[in-house]
Nanobody
Framework: QVQLVESGGGSVQAGGSLRLSCAAS????????MGWFRQAPGKEREFVAG????????YYVDSVKGRFTISRDNAKSTVYLQMNSLKPEDTAAYYC??????????????????WGQGTQVTVSS
Protein backbone atom coordinates (compact mmCIF):
# COMPACT_ATOMS: atom_id res chain seq x y z
CA GLN A 1 0.00 0.00 0.00
CA VAL A 2 1.28 3.45 -0.91
CA GLN A 3 -0.05 6.78 0.29
CA LEU A 4 0.69 9.85 -1.79
CA VAL A 5 0.48 13.47 -0.65
CA GLU A 6 0.86 16.33 -3.13
CA SER A 7 1.93 19.86 -2.27
CA GLY A 8 3.15 22.98 -4.01
CA GLY A 9 0.06 24.08 -5.86
CA GLY A 10 -1.06 27.69 -5.91
CA SER A 11 -1.98 30.68 -8.02
CA VAL A 12 0.46 32.26 -10.44
CA GLN A 13 0.37 34.58 -13.41
CA ALA A 14 0.96 33.32 -16.91
CA GLY A 15 4.66 32.81 -17.53
CA GLY A 16 5.34 31.94 -13.92
CA SER A 17 6.61 28.73 -12.36
CA LEU A 18 5.56 26.27 -9.70
CA ARG A 19 7.10 23.06 -8.41
CA LEU A 20 4.78 20.33 -7.27
CA SER A 21 5.94 17.65 -4.87
CA CYS A 22 4.44 14.26 -4.13
CA ALA A 23 5.64 12.49 -1.00
CA ALA A 24 5.06 8.76 -0.78
CA SER A 25 4.81 6.57 2.27
CA UNK A 26 6.42 3.16 2.50
CA UNK A 27 9.92 1.86 1.90
CA UNK A 28 9.44 0.55 -1.61
CA UNK A 29 9.03 3.86 -3.43
CA UNK A 30 11.92 3.05 -5.75
CA UNK A 31 9.95 0.15 -7.24
CA UNK A 32 7.04 2.31 -8.44
CA UNK A 33 6.75 4.11 -11.73
CA MET A 34 5.15 7.49 -11.06
CA GLY A 35 2.97 9.84 -13.01
CA TRP A 36 1.35 13.25 -12.83
CA PHE A 37 -2.16 13.80 -14.12
CA ARG A 38 -4.42 16.85 -14.13
CA GLN A 39 -8.12 17.50 -14.32
CA ALA A 40 -9.78 20.78 -15.14
CA PRO A 41 -13.45 21.42 -14.29
CA GLY A 42 -15.73 19.70 -16.77
CA LYS A 43 -12.87 17.83 -18.41
CA GLU A 44 -11.50 14.33 -18.19
CA ARG A 45 -8.36 13.53 -16.24
CA GLU A 46 -5.35 14.04 -18.48
CA PHE A 47 -1.87 12.51 -18.34
CA VAL A 48 0.85 15.13 -17.89
CA ALA A 49 4.16 13.37 -17.23
CA GLY A 50 5.59 10.03 -16.16
CA UNK A 51 8.86 8.67 -14.85
CA UNK A 52 10.21 5.15 -14.57
CA UNK A 53 10.99 3.59 -11.20
CA UNK A 54 14.69 4.47 -11.44
CA UNK A 55 14.21 7.84 -13.14
CA UNK A 56 15.90 6.66 -16.30
CA UNK A 57 12.92 7.34 -18.54
CA UNK A 58 10.60 10.31 -18.60
CA TYR A 59 7.72 11.11 -20.93
CA TYR A 60 5.27 13.97 -21.35
CA VAL A 61 2.08 14.98 -23.03
CA ASP A 62 2.91 17.16 -26.02
CA SER A 63 1.32 20.27 -24.54
CA VAL A 64 3.86 20.47 -21.70
CA LYS A 65 7.03 19.31 -23.43
CA GLY A 66 9.81 21.83 -22.96
CA ARG A 67 7.96 23.53 -20.09
CA PHE A 68 7.46 20.82 -17.45
CA THR A 69 10.05 18.47 -15.97
CA ILE A 70 9.31 15.39 -13.89
CA SER A 71 11.97 14.05 -11.54
CA ARG A 72 12.23 11.85 -8.50
CA ASP A 73 14.37 11.44 -5.44
CA ASN A 74 14.08 7.85 -4.30
CA ALA A 75 16.02 8.58 -1.11
CA LYS A 76 13.28 11.05 -0.15
CA SER A 77 10.42 8.99 -1.61
CA THR A 78 9.33 12.06 -3.52
CA VAL A 79 8.46 12.85 -7.11
CA TYR A 80 8.47 16.39 -8.44
CA LEU A 81 6.90 18.29 -11.30
CA GLN A 82 8.68 21.51 -12.18
CA MET A 83 6.32 23.68 -14.21
CA ASN A 84 7.72 26.67 -16.08
CA SER A 85 6.17 29.10 -18.55
CA LEU A 86 2.75 28.34 -17.16
CA LYS A 87 -0.30 29.11 -19.26
CA PRO A 88 -3.94 29.65 -18.25
CA GLU A 89 -4.78 26.33 -19.91
CA ASP A 90 -2.55 24.59 -17.34
CA THR A 91 -5.12 25.46 -14.67
CA ALA A 92 -6.33 22.22 -13.09
CA ALA A 93 -6.14 19.99 -10.08
CA TYR A 94 -2.90 18.02 -10.32
CA TYR A 95 -2.64 14.46 -9.05
CA CYS A 96 0.33 12.19 -8.62
CA UNK A 97 -0.07 8.48 -9.09
CA UNK A 98 1.93 5.30 -8.60
CA UNK A 99 1.83 1.99 -10.42
CA UNK A 100 2.04 -1.40 -8.78
CA UNK A 101 5.63 -2.39 -7.97
CA UNK A 102 7.91 -3.00 -10.94
CA UNK A 103 5.25 -2.20 -13.52
CA UNK A 104 6.23 -0.07 -16.46
CA UNK A 105 5.05 3.50 -16.45
CA UNK A 106 2.13 4.54 -18.61
CA UNK A 107 0.12 7.51 -19.79
CA UNK A 108 -3.12 5.67 -18.98
CA UNK A 109 -4.78 6.48 -15.68
CA UNK A 110 -6.08 2.92 -15.41
CA UNK A 111 -2.52 1.59 -15.16
CA UNK A 112 -1.93 3.41 -11.88
CA UNK A 113 -2.95 1.82 -8.61
CA UNK A 114 -2.44 4.62 -6.11
CA TRP A 115 -3.47 8.27 -6.22
CA GLY A 116 -2.94 11.38 -4.16
CA GLN A 117 -5.68 13.80 -3.15
CA GLY A 118 -4.62 16.47 -5.63
CA THR A 119 -3.30 20.00 -5.47
CA GLN A 120 -4.83 22.96 -7.29
CA VAL A 121 -2.87 25.01 -9.82
CA THR A 122 -4.43 28.21 -11.08
CA VAL A 123 -2.77 30.29 -13.80
CA SER A 124 -4.17 33.74 -14.51
CA SER A 125 -3.65 35.68 -17.72
Amino acid sequence: QVQLVESGGGSVQAGGSLRLSCAASGRTFSSYAMGWFRQAPGKEREFVAGISFNGGRTYYVDSVKGRFTISRDNAKSTVYLQMNSLKPEDTAAYYCAATAPYKSGSSRAGDYNYWGQGTQVTVSS
